[in-house]
């Protein structure tokens, strides 16, 4: 018989570590931004502080959580005008736990507000003792009762006030404003406030045999603009209960890098080497078309995790390799593909932390390292062969501009379209691809197909 369920969020003290009071939920959702501030990122932070938690909660913590992160600008604003001298003076332990229980009273309408307040004046009181227990339960019934007329004061600068809005560093809504205007600018900042969707790809099966799959196990799939292979699948689907996971009928992976791939067009029948592969959906989508994918990473565990992942398709055709991509561990081969290190900015709405993460310094530090790993892989094109060079960022910096000077440097190389047909009009851009979150719906993207003279 299953242990009684506190109010929401966790089954009280069922798993033993949280104490009377205080769900592991919550406890979860705590150590999580606590990684976060110490350097992690959100989702190897999810899997490790969650793994006690059974499926439920582990929903209810990625939804507090993640919207915590999406919406942090506005909860700061709000915040601050309840807090003296501001929530910049506070531990930044205290402004997370603030950040969550806010969170929880403002948009989380199945969490009764004396569960939202009680437990995060509990666990702030645990933490960091009676002083700033009780400023957290001051602060977060102020918030209560005002609730449904709470909204922070407008910023009079337009750029300040959509990065409160929206909940981005102004920096970065100066850089996309400057570049797409404001109305583009607020579209792209809506677009990374929404939940990513869930979509699969078929694998060994039909895509009808898998929606079919699907919807035997009570899971509702659609289809998918610009890629009609994949499946959109119906939002808090526990993908690994599923047996269509299981048997290994289907992997997960964003139309934005589909797409990537699709551009890319490699030769049917030839050998891909595939320098940055982890996590290994990219490598798996060129097995369609290629006899061989040389799939590498420097990073060790990444790759078992991505041997781990082929091993549960049964997959073939694909060889992974420990190596830097600025050593490519590869003999001359057909086409190469380089989804580079970036700043990630195309997948905000996926990684809500990033957006907090990001430096103006990070464009220089991934630019050079883009730079070596461009012209290192260069070096293992055969003469005929095909470079692409992609990434999940935005930014003209590690795009456009990194092409530019690879070709300024490199004039062996010629920037080629993909055939005609490969991708759809409207995601190509000068012979490039071109995803963008506010235009089509997907994480953002950007390759260029670069062929090697004979």
Known sequence: MAPPRGPRG???NAHGSAGPGVTESRTAAALMLADLRAGQLLDGAFERRTQPLDARDRRWVQELVWGTLRTRGRLDAILAERVRGGIAKL???????????????????????YAAIGQTVELTKRRHGIG????????????????????????????EALAQAYSHPRWVVARWAERWGMDDTRALLDANNAPANIVVRPYGVSREGLAEALQGAGVDA??????????????????????????????????????????????????VADLCAAPGSKALELSRRAALVLASDRNLSRVDRMLDGFGRLDADRLVTIVADARQPATVLVDAVLVDV????????????????????????????????????AAQVVKPG?????????????????????????????????????TVPDDVLDNGCLRVLPHRHGFDGAFAARLRRAA
Request: some cysteine.
């Open 91 to 113: 531990d930044p332990e205290v402004a997370d736990l603030l950040r969550l229980g806010a969170y929880q009273l403002l948009s989380m309408g199945s969490v009764p507000p």
């Open 222 to 271: 659609f289809e998918v603009p610009r890629v009609p292979d994949s499946l959109r699948l119906a939002a808090g689907v526990a993908l690994t209960e599923l047996d269509a996971f299981k048997q290994g009928t289907f992997y997960v992976q964003d139309p934005a890098a589909t797409l990537v791939v699709q551009y890319a067009c490699v030769p049917e029948g030839g050998t």
């Open 10 to 12: 966790g089954r009280g």
């Open 132 to 159: 700033a227990s009780k400023l957290a339960n001051a602060v977060l019934r102020r918030i209560d009762r005002e609730r449904e007329t709470i909204e922070p004061a407008v910023p009079a600068d337009p750029l």
């Open 385 to 421: 062969g095909l470079l692409v060079y992609s990434t999940c960022s935005l930014e003209l910096e590690e795009n456009d501009e990194q092409v530019n000077a690879f070709l300024a440097e490199h004039p062996e190389f010629t920037l080629e379209a993909p055939p005609a047909g």
């Open 341 to 376: 290190p970036c700043t990630g900015t195309g997948t905000f709405r996926r990684h809500p932390d990033a957006r907090w993460r990001l430096r103006v310094s990070d464009f220089a530090v991934m630019g050079a390292m883009q730079k070596q790993i461009l012209r290192a």
